[in-house]
């Protein structure tokens, strides 16, 4: 994991909300959000449901959540027509080793 990669996803305040907000999806999003569908990726929500709370279009929502996942701060299931993304706890847990090292 490259720590300047992940800190640079995170430097944009929307990216950084978004992350915080799939910590607790049902808080944020409700019961719907997620496992649309019978999907069975626990904690994933719909990339429409993260555009409706973040008032952004999807299009810009959709870069955001590649950019953090390509960072390691985020895994997706395309499930259909849908896809979903939640918290890459390893990947987090990772960054921060790495990240609390490098100080």
Not at 17 to 36: D, N, Q, S, T, V
Not at 72 to 101: P, V
Request: proline fraction near 1%.
């Amino acid at each position: 994991m490259d720590t300047l990669t992940v800190i640079k996803a995170l430097s944009n305040e929307t990216r950084f909300r978004i992350l915080e907000w799939l910590k607790e999806p049902e808080k944020h999003f409700g019961a719907l959000a997620y496992m649309h569908q019978g999907c069975d990726f626990e904690g994933g929500v719909c990339v429409g449901a993260i555009a409706e709370k973040s008032e952004l279009a999807q299009s810009v929502v959709s870069g955001y959540l590649v950019k953090m996942q390509k960072s390691g701060l985020l895994e997706s299931k395309r499930h259909g027509q849908f896809t979903y993304y939640r918290r890459n706890e390893d990947g987090i847990n990772a960054f921060k080793e790495s990240f609390l090292k490098e100080l």
